[in-house]
């Protein structure tokens, strides 16, 4: 999935509009609206950074880089708390280690 499409998929998921995502990132709500639609496609790091604050997303997951928002990552590890041993938890660890240096 692209930029624009996890942009806009994350600003609906928080129940957003463009116009309201638009005074958070300090952008007009019709720029928002062509960030989305793929009209802008080079965007600088730190409005790419401004967008992922807004929206409560890691900027990886907008540029596609990761597959899930180390956001969503955190909140499912977190129910599984009380349910792992320490061995369990330590292999999960490791996974995620082995998982981010094949990102590399």
Not at 56 to 71: H, I, K, Q, R, T
Request: net charge neutral.
């Amino acid at each position: 999935m692209c930029f624009s499409k996890r942009m806009k998929q994350s600003r609906e998921k928080q129940g957003m509009t463009l116009a309201e995502l638009g005074r958070k990132i300090g952008k007009t709500e019709a720029t928002v609206q062509r960030y989305e639609s793929g009209n802008i496609k080079n965007l600088k790091n730190d409005t790419i950074e401004s967008i992922a604050t807004a929206l409560n997303v890691n900027p990886a997951y907008l540029m596609g880089w990761v597959e899930e928002n180390d956001d969503e990552v955190q909140h499912r590890a977190a129910h599984l708390e009380g349910e792992l041993t320490d061995d369990e938890w330590q292999r999960v660890l490791d996974y995620a280690d082995y998982i981010r240096s094949k990102r590399k």
